[in-house]
């Protein structure tokens, strides 16, 4: 399975549940780390490594088997610039029978979107399954745009919660409560932390 993250967290976000399922069944996981989210808190010195740290620390919490990262780097809000190097780096990452999640395409935050495309583009051409997460979307979007949209619902059992809990605890620059620039609001957080994830299919 292929994960492909705008900003490191939304890979937990949105399909943590879904890559601790699967690698606990020893299939293998690879997460596209799309950028590091270093523009996230232009105020904060090294969001960059902070969140790289992160995404390490809530890794290894989701899943006791390796999951592979690979990091493209490219700038926070700016994935729309460098489309070809990022339509590469999925190419170059597709394998065989693989599966593909991504952010879904119409999330509402330009890198989640731009990304989101690219997948779609890339799914079609090859022929892979895909299914998109959706982040943004559930504070933004008209509920009115998904009634003619296919949603699949992945379920998570209670050792997958716990792990993904654990996993979604370790993005402390952007979650943490007592910071009044918090990135996400609180609430938002309800949507990660159900019994299953929701995927656009």
Same mark, same amino acid.
């Given at each position: 399975?292929?994960?492909?993250?705008?900003?490191?967290? +939304?890979?937990?976000?949105?399909?943590?549940?879904?890559?601790?399922?699967?690698?606990?069944?020893?299939?293998?996981?690879?997460?596209? /780390?799309v950028t590091d989210g270093e523009a996230a808190l232009p105020v904060r010195?090294?969001?960059?490594?902070?969140?790289?740290?992160?995404?390490?620390?809530?890794?290894?919490?989701?899943?006791?088997?390796?999951?592979?990262?690979?990091?493209?780097?490219?700038?926070?809000?700016?994935?729309?610039?460098?489309?070809?190097?990022?339509?590469?780096?999925?190419? %170059?990452?597709?394998?065989?029978?693989?599966?593909?999640?991504?952010?879904?395409?119409? +999330?509402?935050?330009?890198?989640?979107?731009?990304?989101?495309?690219?997948?779609?583009?890339?799914?079609?051409?090859?022929?892979?399954?895909?299914?998109?997460?959706?982040?943004?979307?559930?504070?933004?979007?008209?509920?009115?745009? $998904?009634?003619?949209? %296919?949603?699949?619902? $992945?379920?998570? +059992?209670?050792?997958?919660?716990?792990?993904?809990?654990?996993?979604?605890?370790? $993005?402390? /620059?952007?979650?943490?409560?007592?910071?009044? +620039?918090?990135?996400?609001?609180?609430?938002?957080?309800?949507? $990660?932390?159900? %019994?299953?994830e929701a995927f656009l299919l």
């Amino acid at each position: 399975m292929l994960v492909v993250a705008p900003h490191p967290d +939304d890979e937990v976000m949105g399909a943590g549940g879904l890559i601790h399922t699967w690698a606990g069944m020893g299939r293998s996981v690879t997460v596209l /780390s799309v950028t590091d989210g270093e523009a996230a808190l232009p105020v904060r010195e090294n969001l960059d490594v902070i969140r790289r740290g992160e995404l390490k620390e809530a890794l290894r919490k989701l899943c006791a088997t390796h999951v592979s990262v690979v990091r493209l780097g490219l700038p926070d809000g700016r994935v729309a610039d460098f489309q070809q190097k990022l339509r590469s780096a999925i190419l %170059s990452l597709i394998e065989p029978a693989m599966t593909m999640i991504a952010p879904y395409e119409r +999330d509402g935050h330009p890198d989640h979107d731009v990304v989101g495309s690219i997948c779609c583009e890339v799914a079609r051409m090859r022929g892979i399954p895909l299914a998109r997460y959706p982040i943004w979307t559930w504070q933004r979007a008209d509920p009115a745009e $998904f009634r003619e949209v %296919s949603w699949g619902k $992945f379920p998570l +059992d209670s050792e997958a919660r716990r792990a993904k809990t654990h996993a979604l605890q370790c $993005f402390m /620059s952007r979650l943490q409560p007592d910071l009044q +620039d918090t990135i996400a609001p609180r609430h938002l957080l309800n949507y $990660f932390q159900r %019994s299953y994830e929701a995927f656009l299919l």
